[in-house]
C-alpha cells in the first residue's frame, strides 16, 4: 500500500536496513517490514491500515496476529496505526516518531520480567 511504502521510506532515510514483506519463519506471517538498528536490534513493523479497524478497535485477525508475533516471533513488533501516520504533516514529523515508537518498542523489549 501507499501508506506501507511512505513508513518504509521514512525507516530508510533513518538509515535502518529495511526488508519488506518479510517472512517470519516462527509464524509464516508475512511482516510489512523488519528493520535492523545501528545496534544491531531487529523490529518488526507492521502497517495497519483501516481494514484492520473497526472503530479504530483492531479486528479479531490483527490481534491474533499480534499476539502470536509477539509470542513466537524473535523480534519485538511495531505496529502503526493508520490514523497516527496520517496526521504527521512533515517528513521530521515522520522520523521523529518512527524514532520515539521504535526505541520505547526496544527499551520494552529488553526490560527483564522478575
Known amino acids: ?4 511504502k511512505d513508513v518504509a521510506a521514512t525507516l530508510r532515510s533513518l538509515h535502518f536496513e529495511v526488508f519488506d514483506e518479510f517472512i517470519c519463519e516462527e509464524t509464516g506471517y508475512s511482516i510489512d517490514a523488519v528493520i535492523t538498528t545501528k545496534n544491531g536490534n531487529q523490529v518488526a513493523v507492521e502497517v495497519d491500515g483501516p481494514s484492520h479497524f473497526v472503530d479504530r478497535l483492531p479486528t ?3 490481534i491474533l496476529k499480534r499476539r502470536q508475533l509477539d509470542n513466537l516471533g524473535k523480534r519485538p513488533l511495531l505496529s502503526i496505526p493508520y490514523w497516527n ?3 504527521l504533516s512533515s517528513e521530521e514529523e515522520k522520523r521523529l ?3 520515539r515508537e521504535i526505541e520505547v518498542i526496544i527499551s520494552k523489549s529488553q526490560q527483564v520480567c522478575i
Open 60 to 62: 479479531g485477525s490483527t
Open 85 to 87: 501516520w496520517i496526521e
Open 97 to 99: 516518531y518512527l524514532e
Open 1 to 4: 500500500s501507499r501508506l506501507q
